[in-house]
């Protein structure tokens, strides 16, 4: 019983003195470790993480959320979208998503995407694999009963920057930030239109002809103007390629943080 009790104390002994040096062994006080975040891009302050993860993220390369006027039978009518690098397997990746949803369209699913939803939130996931690893693409449509009518990450936007033109109806409002070359922010609205493409030409000609790089691009697909104004790559286009309710008009504000 006393060797026991000798060999207690000199392990508590000796314990004690390995706490004692190693808080004072070079004088300084070492700080607490921090959490080690992922590189790229944050995700957007409302982005529903609980719902749906980033499976070993290593870099968010993009995220978004768009807010649209009708209902999309895939993925809803407000959407947040992720695209981000992970160390993961394809195989693994695939497992954990399945794993997640509540139910999954088969059809619309193979071997690197996913069609399915998480209770009320219907997801899509698309992989493939890149130099760095595997690149992965997350959307997240919204509950209707969280559906919104203005894109609250649109507070920045300097609504005068680009004047619209020929606006019908609604159509879209999306809001992205990425990592491409350089941190990007990216506005963009699109509307219905029932002007034609010489009207767009005539309007956009008067108005931006004298516009710092001024490019203007045209094609089968429709015609587009791009400039910079006041620090933003402004864009604005009308696609002549049909669509329900008739043309569309893409206005697009993108400037480099």
Same mark, same amino acid.
């Given at each position: 019983?006393?060797?026991?009790?000798?060999?207690?104390?000199?392990?508590? @002994?000796?314990?004690?003195?390995?706490?004692?040096?190693?808080?004072?062994?070079?004088?300084?006080?070492?700080?607490? #470790?921090?959490?080690?975040?992922?590189?790229?891009?944050?995700?957007?302050?409302?982005?529903?993480?609980?719902?749906?993860?980033?499976?070993?993220?290593?870099?968010?390369?993009?995220?978004?959320?768009?807010?649209?006027?009708?209902?999309?039978?895939?993925?809803?009518?407000? +959407?947040?979208? *992720?695209?981000?690098?992970?160390?993961?397997?394809?195989?693994?990746?695939?497992?954990?998503?399945? &794993?997640?949803?509540?139910?999954?369209?088969?059809?619309?699913?193979?071997?690197?995407?996913?069609? #399915?939803?998480?209770?009320?939130?219907?997801?899509? *996931? %698309? @992989?493939?694999?890149?130099?760095?690893?595997?690149? *992965?693409?997350?959307?997240?449509?919204?509950?209707?009963?969280?559906?919104?009518?203005?894109?609250?990450?649109?507070?920045?936007?300097?609504?005068?920057?680009?004047?619209?033109?020929?606006?019908?109806? @609604? @159509?879209?409002?999306?809001?992205?930030?990425?990592?491409?070359?350089?941190?990007?922010?990216?506005?963009?609205?699109?509307?219905?239109?029932?002007? %034609?493409?010489?009207?767009?030409?005539?309007?956009?000609?008067?108005?931006?002809?004298?516009?710092?790089?001024?490019?203007?691009?045209?094609?089968?697909?429709?015609?587009?103007?791009?400039?910079?104004?006041?620090?933003?790559?402004?864009? #604005?286009?009308?696609?002549?390629?049909? &669509?329900?309710?008739?043309?569309?008009?893409?206005? +697009?504000?993108?400037?480099?943080?």
């Amino acid at each position: 019983m006393k060797n026991y009790q000798k060999v207690l104390v000199a392990a508590t @002994f000796v314990m004690a003195m390995m706490l004692f040096m190693g808080a004072c062994s070079d004088g300084v006080e070492k700080p607490p #470790a921090t959490e080690v975040k992922p590189e790229g891009v944050e995700l957007l302050s409302g982005y529903p993480e609980d719902i749906l993860p980033l499976y070993n993220n290593v870099k968010i390369e993009s995220v978004g959320f768009s807010v649209r006027a009708d209902y999309n039978y895939t993925v809803g009518k407000d +959407i947040y979208s *992720v695209s981000y690098l992970s160390s993961a397997s394809a195989q693994d990746t695939m497992k954990y998503y399945r &794993g997640l949803a509540t139910s999954i369209d088969e059809e619309y699913s193979t071997d690197d995407s996913l069609s #399915a939803s998480i209770g009320e939130n219907p997801i899509g *996931v %698309n @992989f493939f694999e890149g130099e760095n690893g595997l690149e *992965v693409s997350l959307t997240l449509g919204m509950k209707p009963s969280e559906y919104v009518t203005v894109n609250p990450y649109f507070s920045d936007y300097p609504a005068d920057l680009i004047e619209p033109f020929g606006r019908t109806t @609604f @159509f879209e409002q999306g809001y992205e930030v990425r990592d491409a070359r350089g941190m990007e922010t990216i506005y963009t609205e699109t509307y219905n239109t029932d002007s %034609n493409k010489e009207d767009f030409r005539a309007f956009y000609s008067s108005k931006y002809d004298g516009a710092e790089n001024l490019n203007i691009q045209e094609d089968e697909y429709g015609l587009t103007y791009q400039w910079t104004s006041r620090g933003f790559t402004c864009r #604005a286009s009308i696609s002549t390629y049909g &669509g329900p309710g008739g043309d569309f008009v893409t206005t +697009i504000a993108n400037i480099t943080k």
